[in-house]
């Protein structure tokens, strides 16, 4: 099961993202994540400290935010992906276009 909680710091909205980003999971994750995007929010940090799984949905999902954030001048940032993630992410080459930080915090002020 996968629960997102959701925080602001300064103008930068931060997600983290707990569990299994499996097809329901992806979905949750796509329908906060635009909610977000609609709103007007293009600063945003998903912390994947948490996150032990993601299938394709879950990556098509932040491959669409980030061009949208980018889009109107933001940027969507992956904070501390655990090692299994982070190998993923390299595989497909999503770390060629993501900003991946080993944690939150850095994250948060770049």
Not at 3 to 22: A, E, H, K, L, P
Not at 40 to 46: A, D, E, S
């Amino acid at each position: 099961m996968l629960t997102i909680s959701q925080n602001q710091q300064d103008n930068v909205v931060i997600f983290v993202i707990d569990g299994r980003v499996d097809s329901e999971g992806a979905m949750k994750m796509e329908e906060t994540l635009y909610h977000v995007v609609k709103d007007g929010q293009f600063h945003l940090v998903l912390d994947l400290s948490q996150t032990n799984y993601m299938n394709s949905a879950g990556l098509r999902t932040l491959a669409d935010v980030l061009t949208q954030c980018r889009e109107q001048g933001g940027d969507l940032k992956l904070a501390a992906p655990n090692p299994k993630i982070l190998r993923v992410l390299q595989i497909i080459g999503f770390d060629k276009f993501f900003n991946v930080y080993e944690n939150l915090d850095e994250a948060v002020q770049d």
